[in-house]
């Protein structure tokens, strides 16, 4: 990442991944934040101002699968941290098809030598589902223009979280 760059939040949250983005991004780049929930806004929102870096960052109540209406011009770096809010209502979480989209609108916007990153995690209902399609997705980019990394944890749990990377190869 580097001063200046624009870069997505597909999944707020508590704001932990917000805060690391608004970071790097630096004084003159920009964050776009996405969220359905109000208390993941709220919870973000209030992180940002206790680090007065609430300037950096757009935050949008919305489905991340909308991400392409929400800015212009591309971005160096995209997280998704799938599932459900921690400490929040379980039953709200991404699911497989807008996950699907955004995942692809993001990637569609990512610079070369840009990075998208996603953390899946089976074992809640639904998340099983969405974990592997998301992994086939990825792993069926063409390697020409993608370098795709897939890391298993292994868990203390029989379905421990997966990360995606996925990095948009510079030309040579
Ligand atoms: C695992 S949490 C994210 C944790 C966050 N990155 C952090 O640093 O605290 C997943 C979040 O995704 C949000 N979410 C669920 N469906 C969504 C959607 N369609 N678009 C955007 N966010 C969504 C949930 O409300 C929840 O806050």
Redesign the pocket.
């Known amino acids: 990442m580097r001063q200046g760059d624009q870069a997505i939040?597909?999944?707020?949250?508590?704001?932990?991944?917000?805060?690391?983005l608004a970071e790097k991004v630096g004084p003159s780049g920009r964050v776009f934040g996405?969220?359905?929930?109000a208390?993941?806004i709220g919870?973000?929102q209030a992180r940002l101002d206790a680090s007065s870096l609430a300037d950096r960052v757009i935050l949008f109540q919305?489905?991340?699968?909308t991400l392409s209406d929400c800015f212009e011009g591309e971005i160096r770096a995209a997280?998704f941290?799938?599932?459900?809010?921690?400490g929040?209502d379980k039953t709200?979480?991404?699911?497989t098809a807008?996950?699907l989209t955004?995942v692809a609108a993001a990637l569609s916007r990512l610079m070369p030598g840009g990075l998208l990153t996603v953390?899946v995690?089976p074992g809640h209902p639904g998340g099983d589902d969405e974990a592997e399609q998301v992994e086939s997705w990825a792993a069926g980019l063409d390697s020409e223009n993608f370098a795709v990394e897939i890391h298993r944890w292994k868990g203390r749990t029989a379905t421990p979280p997966r990360l995606i990377a996925i990095e948009r190869r510079a030309p040579v």
């Not at 939040?9 to 690391?20: E, I, K, Q, R, Y």
């Not at 919305?62 to 699968?65: I, L, Q, T, V």
């Not at 709200?92 to 699911?95: E, P």
């Open positions: 939040d597909a999944t707020v949250g508590n704001g932990h991944d917000t805060l690391f996405f969220d359905i929930q208390e993941a919870a973000t919305a489905c991340h699968s997280m941290n799938l599932g459900y809010l921690p929040g709200l979480v991404t699911r807008t996950t955004a953390m995690y």
